[in-house]
T-cell receptor, first 113, second 111 residues
Framework: GAGVSQSPSNKVTEKGKDVELRCDPI?????LYWYRQSLGQGLEFLIY????????KSGLPSDRFSAERTGGSVSTLTIQRTQQEDSAVYLC???????????FGSGTRLTVV | SQQGEEDPQALSIQEGENATMNCSYK?????LQWYRQNSGRGLVHLIL?????REKHSGRLRVTLDTSKKSSSLLITASRAADTASYFC???????????FGKGITLSVRP
């Protein structure tokens, strides 16, 4: 597609349920990031995929969070046993390569009730 | 990894005035990027300046980079109400390094 696509755009879930957030990067982009942003805050780095290298998972806040990128394209961020503090906008970005700017998706607004 | 620290945290100007936003960082970089965010959704890439560049222009945007001072500035000339947004800088260390962001600058342009 022409841009980075994220789905769903909004998700309301009950505390304790699992959620899956999807990111479709721009075709051919080798780098893919996940960030989250709480209301009025900056972007918190979660995880980084670069080509076939092992992902940098250093930003994942707990073992309830995991992400995978299948075939170097689509990525899924999974949050298990959601908590209210997980409520945030989850943003995905992709880039052709290092030295290029990143294209962001519109994000998924997750609300845990 | 490193993140940029933007300054000021908030800026309010009149339409037509210029807006200057600053970014400082701590370690060496390969490039530095500026992004804009409207209404809490996805960021839009504005401009990328490489470590061997000192100044770059794109329309009403002018970015400078001083690697000796580890700082960058973003100048928006002849601001418009539509420039109202949050602005983030992202210093990129280079190979296999993650891109991280500071808290951003909230720019308000009064019509």
């Amino acid at each position: 597609g022409a841009g980075v696509s994220q789905s769903p755009s909004n998700k309301v879930t009950e505390k304790g349920k699992d959620v899956e957030l999807r990111c479709d990067p721009i075709s051919g982009h080798t780098a893919l990031y996940w960030y989250r942003q709480s209301l009025g805050q900056g972007l918190e780095f979660l995880i980084y995929f670069q080509g076939n290298s092992a992902p940098d998972k250093s930003g994942l806040p707990s073992d309830r969070f995991s992400a995978e990128r299948t075939g170097g394209s689509v990525s899924t961020l999974t949050i298990q046993r959601t908590q209210q503090e997980d409520s945030a906008v989850y943003l995905c970005a992709s880039s052709l390569a290092e030295g290029f700017g990143y294209t962001f998706g519109s994000g998924t607004r997750l609300t845990v009730v | 990894s490193q993140q940029g620290e933007e300054d000021p945290q908030a800026l309010s100007i009149q339409e037509g005035e210029n807006a200057t936003m600053n970014c400082s960082y701590k370690t060496s970089i390969n490039n530095l990027q500026w992004y804009r965010q409207n209404s809490g959704r996805g960021l839009v890439h504005l401009i990328l300046i490489r470590s061997n560049e000192r100044e770059k222009h794109s329309g009403r945007l002018r970015v400078t980079l001083d690697t000796s001072k580890k700082s960058s500035s973003l100048l928006i000339t002849a601001s418009r109400a539509a420039d109202t947004a949050s602005y983030f800088c992202a210093p990129h260390p280079g190979a296999n390094s993650k891109l991280t962001f500071g808290k951003g600058i909230t720019l308000s342009v009064r019509p």
